[in-house]
């Protein structure tokens, strides 16, 4: 795996987004200016019980980021670089939180959205936090049933109308009586992941929690 992930970066070198020094998407000197949130204050919503988020989505260069994951050049590798900022959040507070009897389920995409981008962003950040938080994915459990614009476009009260009856859980046992970190990239107004935790909570969820990389 090594040579093999050598040779890729001698013919494409990665070069970071923030300053273009080659290395890295996302230099050390850059990702230093982030300011990665080493405190956490409990933030709860009508079905989400809490929300954990790294750096501050005002930011330019977390913006640029996580545009490069999310749009052309869909940068499905970029996955790392954002999940480490989650990571080192977490390594940051005073306590780790204690997430050993959670299950990891990421935001679904769309099935053609999907065939597009050719992965699903927030399952790529799951699979790098299951690494560190050492707990497990529960895949195609949650999924999204309704195509929808992308929120970026809308304001408050449309995101809410766009997301509402987005997703559906096709597998209750599943779910039922299961503790629930939920995956996204970006937190705004939270329409998305107050639905999604909502379909969870409906279908037995016993507590939803958010982690995203970035809060606006």
Same mark, same amino acid.
């Given at each position: 795996?090594?040579?093999?992930?050598?040779?890729?970066?001698?013919?494409?070198?990665?070069?970071?987004?923030?300053?273009?020094?080659?290395?890295?998407?996302?230099?050390?000197?850059?990702?230093?200016?982030?300011?990665?949130?080493?405190?956490?204050?409990?933030?709860?919503?009508?079905?989400?019980?809490?929300?954990?988020?790294?750096?501050?989505?005002?930011?330019?260069?977390?913006? =640029?980021?996580?545009? $490069?994951? *999310?749009?052309?050049?869909?940068?499905? @590798? !970029?996955?790392?670089?954002?999940?480490?900022?989650? &990571?080192?959040?977490?390594?940051?507070?005073?306590?780790?939180?204690?997430?050993?009897?959670?299950?990891?389920?990421?935001?679904?995409?769309?099935?053609?959205?999907?065939?597009?981008?050719?992965?699903?962003?927030?399952?790529?950040?799951?699979?790098?936090?299951?690494?560190?938080?050492?707990?497990?994915?529960?895949? =195609?459990?949650?999924? $999204?049933? *309704?195509?929808?614009?992308?929120?970026? @476009? !809308?304001?408050?009260?449309?995101?809410?109308?766009? &997301?509402?009856?987005?997703?559906?859980?096709?597998?209750?046992?599943?779910?039922?009586?299961?503790?629930?970190?939920?995956?996204?990239?970006?937190?705004?107004?939270?329409?998305?992941?107050?639905?999604?935790?909502?379909?969870?909570?409906?279908?037995?969820?016993?507590?939803?929690?958010?982690?995203?990389?970035?809060?606006?």
């Amino acid at each position: 795996m090594w040579r093999k992930n050598f040779i890729l970066d001698l013919l494409f070198p990665k070069f970071c987004l923030g300053c273009q020094k080659e290395g890295d998407y996302l230099c050390e000197d850059c990702k230093a200016t982030l300011e990665v949130s080493s405190f956490h204050q409990k933030y709860s919503t009508g079905n989400l019980a809490d929300l954990y988020f790294a750096v501050s989505y005002q930011k330019p260069l977390i913006k =640029n980021l996580i545009q $490069k994951f *999310k749009y052309q050049p869909f940068v499905k @590798e !970029l996955a790392k670089t954002l999940s480490s900022l989650i &990571i080192d959040h977490f390594q940051l507070m005073e306590k780790l939180p204690d997430f050993s009897e959670f299950f990891l389920i990421p935001i679904p995409l769309e099935k053609k959205k999907l065939k597009q981008r050719g992965f699903n962003q927030t399952e790529e950040i799951a699979k790098e936090l299951l690494r560190f938080l050492n707990i497990q994915i529960l895949s =195609n459990v949650l999924i $999204k049933i *309704k195509e929808t614009l992308p929120q970026v @476009e !809308l304001n408050d009260e449309e995101r809410k109308e766009n &997301i509402k009856g987005a997703f559906c859980c096709r597998d209750r046992e599943k779910v039922r009586g299961r503790k629930i970190l939920l995956i996204d990239d970006v937190y705004t107004t939270g329409s998305t992941l107050e639905e999604a935790a909502k379909v969870l909570r409906e279908a037995g969820a016993k507590e939803v929690l958010g982690i995203v990389v970035a809060r606006g």
